[in-house]
């Protein structure tokens, strides 16, 4: 159990809002030893301190865009009580991270990301693969907007006869025509 303090889950919440289904940070389980958790709960005084209004205006100085979350309790079947911060994938273009915050290890203008390439962690992306999801999604996301607010989109005979425009031009630049 703990109390809401948006910089212990800054970065956190900033690494899920960059992964493909967002993510759940569970208030209420303790770790006692590597990969062994136990249920404890989440106390009432704690759980008052999760108000979504407050953590969107609070988590709002770190993230660029604006990160979409939702704030939930739950009970397991033993009636223990706990708390669950849901983070929503990014809509658009990937959240970066607005200030530095050294003690939270924060850096502006990092892009975080639920590391894969070692132990599970909230970290800076580090790999050609990760940035490489990230911005395929990015991609994928802005092509479904432009869809939807009626942008024609190329097809492929439109890409051949762009990229065959680009050639001639650059080699009109350069002489060779």
Not at 83 to 92: A, G, L, Q, S
Not at 122 to 144: F, G
Not at 147 to 163: A, C, F, N, R, V
Request: with cysteine.
């Amino acid at each position: 159990s703990c109390p809401w303090n948006v910089r212990s889950f800054t970065k956190d919440i900033l690494a899920m809002s960059n992964i493909l289904d967002g993510g759940k940070i569970i208030i209420g389980v303790a770790e006692r030893q590597k990969g062994t958790f136990e249920r404890v709960g989440i106390t009432p005084e704690h759980k008052k301190t999760y108000q979504v209004d407050v953590m969107r205006d609070q988590l709002a100085k770190y993230a660029d865009p604006f990160v979409e979350l939702s704030v939930y309790s739950a009970k397991d079947i033993n009636g223990i009580d706990f708390c669950v911060i849901k983070v929503d994938p990014f809509k658009e273009v990937p959240v970066i991270c607005r200030v530095p915050d050294q003690k939270e290890g924060l850096i502006a203008g990092g892009i975080y990301y639920r590391n894969r390439n070692k132990k599970v962690e909230s970290a800076l992306v580090s790999n050609s693969y990760d940035m490489r999801d990230i911005i395929e999604r990015a991609m994928l996301k802005m092509r479904d907007r432009a869809k939807q607010i009626g942008y024609k989109l190329p097809t492929s005979k439109d890409s051949e006869l762009i990229s065959k425009g680009i050639e001639d031009r650059l080699r009109k630049e350069r002489g060779d025509l």
